[in-house]
């Protein structure tokens, strides 16, 4: 068509400004190719008149830029080849920080079109609640923490986020090691919150000491969403408070441990020499990061292939009760617990 691939992606998902005349041009040319998301276009005058039933897409909302490096891009390649293999078309929407604050749907998401619903990296709690008041079959991968909040009349899986880290403090005692710190803010999300829950938890099943300046379960100032400058200040302020070190660190995720890391190294102090460290998700970068981190790895594929189960299960019984499922993990020992 002599336009540019930017062009393209604006027309098919809906996202930026270009002419209707282009956008139409684009949808009718990509029909005719077979693209799977728009072989039941239909002229706008026709638009869902007599096709109750029949949608066959599957929408994702996120909340953040899902990179290479977060769990979730395994996943989404997992289900995405699942759905178009089952004749779906999958389509991803990022809501921007002023269409959750104002709880309004992304541009140009049309909820007549949509078959079932994904949502990841959404933690807002109001904006979760939003989307349930929907009535579309909905799964959350992760949730907000929902403390004192109506529960959501959805489907929600998670990782298992608690076996790893008693497995870890467990082995860390048996090496004589009986000083563990925990970093990562707590309420940023179920996961996180449960991976603190597991650690305090962990402490006291195997009679540990708890030290206050030890657990780092904030963020800067009261942010909900630090950069990584205020994130890593924050920690700095944190650990030069530290009137003893610990001897192990946990992190909510491999993000934080490189920030964790990060941080001990300006203060002098070396992973595993000095403070052994432990991430969560098995990112890239904890099998590059030097030293390599001890992790406990979400196996992302089974989760997309559990998403899609649990989504279409509610497509076809929405009457079921809803669900919560967790996906096992695993923990894995690297350098810097000095294996």
């Known amino acids: 068509m002599g336009l ?7 027309a098919i998902n809906g996202t930026g400004i270009i002419s209707d005349s282009t956008r139409d041009a684009i949808l ?7 693209y799977k998301l728009f072989v039941t276009l239909k ?12 949608n066959k897409e599957l929408v994702l909302l996120t909340g953040a830029a899902l990179g290479g490096s977060h769990f979730s891009a395994r996943m989404l390649d997992e289900m995405q080849v699942e759905a178009s293999r089952m004749g779906y078309g999958f389509t991803i929407y990022r809501v921007m920080p002023q269409e959750r604050e104002n709880l309004r749907l992304p541009a140009n998401f049309d909820t007549r079109r949509v078959a ?4 990841v990296e959404m933690f807002d709690t109001a904006y979760s609640q939003m989307l349930c008041s929907l009535g579309l079959p909905l799964l959350f991968i992760d949730t907000a923490v929902d403390f004192g909040e ?26 004589g090691k009986t000083k563990i710190a925990f970093v990562g803010e707590s309420m940023h999300c179920r996961s996180f919150f449960e991976r603190y829950d597991a ?22 100032r009261g942010l909900n969403y630090p950069s990584h400058d ?22 909510a995720n491999d993000f934080v441990a490189v920030d964790t890391l990060q941080t001990l190294k300006k203060l002098g102090l070396s992973v595993p020499g000095d403070i052994l460290l432990c991430g969560f998700d098995d990112a890239p970068e904890s099998r590059v990061s030097s030293p390599t981190f001890t ?9 997309g292939k559990e998403a899609l189960r649990l989504l279409f299960s509610r497509i076809e019984s929405p009457e079921k009760t809803f669900r919560t499922v967790y996906v096992e993990s695993s923990l894995i020992y690297r350098e810097s617990t000095g294996d």
Request: glycine residues 8%; hydrophobic residues 35%.
């Open 230 to 251: 205020e994130y890593t200040a924050y920690l700095e302020e944190n650990f030069r408070k530290w009137g003893e070190n610990p001897e192990v660190i946990i992190c």
């Open 199 to 220: 650690y305090m938890g962990a402490l006291r099943l195997f009679g540990l000491p708890f030290k206050e300046e030890w657990c780092l379960s904030g963020t800067s």
């Open 4 to 10: 540019s691939r930017n062009t393209v992606s604006k």
């Open 150 to 175: 109506k529960p959501l009349k959805a489907d929600v899986l998670l990782m298992e986020n608690r076996s790893g880290i008693y497995s870890l403090v467990k082995e860390m005692a048996s090496r």
């Open 295 to 303: 992790t406990i790895r979400i196996h992302a594929r089974s989760m």
């Open 28 to 34: 009718k040319k990509a029909a005719e190719m077979g």
């Open 116 to 119: 079932g619903l994904f949502c």
């Open 43 to 54: 002229d706008s005058s026709e638009k869902n008149e007599g096709n109750e039933g029949q």
